[in-house]
């Protein structure tokens, strides 16, 4: 016998929970299916994210920060510090229960909003003028039915040809995000970022950091001006970031791993690792969800084909996500997931691709929303540009936290905000406002004239948008 539902939800990551819990708030009968196991095989929702990505991740940022500070950054607060040691079981037993925190997190609000929860795989056996027929199987073996189906089923690390992940030497952001002692040397293919924030933590726990990457820009996609700032700041580091390589032999030995590489002007190397991390960017994940039994499309590049809205070729099937089309983030999982159950109640759910913030969250912050002063240049759009130092806010220096700046880009003529970019303290919190600002289409002169605490990170805001006009007032 077939469970019926409104709504089935394939994947529990944020897409996925998110887009079962608003199908239920409008009133649907929802279920959402995952097959994510934690250590004890139990259920774990909430996907890459939850799991081996943004919030482990992030605790480890905390972390390593925490104990940076500790050995680095105290002294000059007065703070002295003796006998700083390292508890690298203790770092990664509290990051492991963020993450269970988040799962059980996820589980209570399935209850709370009457969700039913499936853990397992889902896959779809077939369709008929009702619906859809979904198996699970897994800890849970039932036959599912509905007439709306959303697929987000995420994505999965990119493997380098010849080097596939062992988890042990060969790492890929779950492994990284679990070494048991602090490696010497680690090397890191893929200056991208989890490259950048994987090699952070890394590096500031005590190992001797190598990035290698293929492009010759750094930061290709981030503003110029804060890409080359972040360069600066992240060489100041102990990063050794190498540009423009191309990538040979990777041979995994019994303790260690060998790199060959070509360098920007064509010289060979070679670099044993301890352990070596590959973050060269991530694939749509379609893996057993048998989208061939009923003729599912997907691109040429294996992501599942949608249209503006998240629909698919086949009716009332949606997809949203990494597994979609799109920048592969959290947060426009979610607002697609969101906007999806609010279409198939017929209301008129939007995600503006325009305003999707981005954060890589180094020390210092880099975070980012609208276009940057080279697509603007590309586009012809003619611009002015504002910039504010932390170096002259009283906060910061309050902080000690004085690197990097805020940049508004605003049209030449309407003033209206079109990029907000930002590097240095706390940018993934200042970024917001940012948003809000060009969600509303506010103009460079509206943050201007709003009144911002004082003393406070968010003054450099607003003066880096009075900067446009140059009359930016402490600097
Ligand atoms: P996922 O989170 O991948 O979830 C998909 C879920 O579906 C998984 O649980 C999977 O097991 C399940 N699944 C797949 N197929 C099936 C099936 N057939 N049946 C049942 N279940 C299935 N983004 C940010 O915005 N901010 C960050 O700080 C950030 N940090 C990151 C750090 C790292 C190291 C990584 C790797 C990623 C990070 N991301 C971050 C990206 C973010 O994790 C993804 O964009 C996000 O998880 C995508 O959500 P999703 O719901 O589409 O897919
Ligand atoms: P990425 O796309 O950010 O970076 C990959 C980098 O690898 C690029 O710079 C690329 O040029 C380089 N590269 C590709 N092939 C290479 C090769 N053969 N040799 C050397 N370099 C090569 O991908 P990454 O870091 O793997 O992260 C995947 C995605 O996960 C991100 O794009 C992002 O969407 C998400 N993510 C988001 C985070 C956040 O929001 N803070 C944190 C971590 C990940």
Known sequence: MSKNFDVIVIGGGPGGYIAAIRAAQLGFSAACIDEWKNEKGGPAPGGTCTNVGCIPSKALLQSSEHFEHAGHGFAEHGIEVKGLKLNLGQMLGRKDTVVKQNNDGILYLFKKNKVSFFHGRGAFTKADAEGYEISVTGKDNETLKAKHIIIATGSNPRELP?????????????????????????????????????????????????????????????????????????????????????????????????????????????????????????????????????????????????????????????????????????????????????????????????????VIYTSPEIAWVGKTEQQLKAEGIAYKAGTFPFMANGRARALGDTSGMVKFLADAKTDEILGVHIIGPMASELIAEAVVAMEFRASAEDIARICHAHPSLSEATKEAALAVDKRALNF
Request: charged share 25%.
């Open 162 to 358: 010849g080097a596939a992940f062992d988890e042990k030497l060969i790492l890929s952001n779950t492994g990284a995000l679990a070494i048991e002692a602090v490696p010497k040397k680690i090397g890191l293919i893929g200056a991208g970022v989890i490259g950048l924030e994987m090699g952070s933590v890394w590096r500031r726990l005590g190992s001797e950091v190598t990035i290698l990457e293929a492009l010759p820009a750094f930061l290709g996609a981030v503003d110029e001006q804060i890409a080359k700032e972040a360069h600066k700041l992240f060489e100041k580091q102990g990063l050794g970031i190498h540009l423009g390589v191309k990538i040979g032999a990777i041979k995994a030995g019994k303790q260690d791993v060998s790199v060959e590489y070509t360098d920007a002007k064509g010289e060979s190397h070679k670099i044993v690792f301890d352990k070596l991390i590959i973050s060269i960017g991530r694939v749509p994940n379609t893996i057993g969800l048998q989208a061939e039994a009923v003729g599912l499309k997907l691109d040429e590049r294996g992501f599942i084909a949608v249209d503006a809205d998240c629909r698919t070729n086949l009716p009332n099937v949606w997809a949203v996500g990494d597994v979609v089309r799109g920048p592969m983030l959290a947060h426009k999982a979610e607002e697609e997931g969101v906007a999806v159950a609010e279409r198939i109640a017929g209301q008129h759910g939007h995600v503006n691709f325009n305003t999707i913030p981005w």
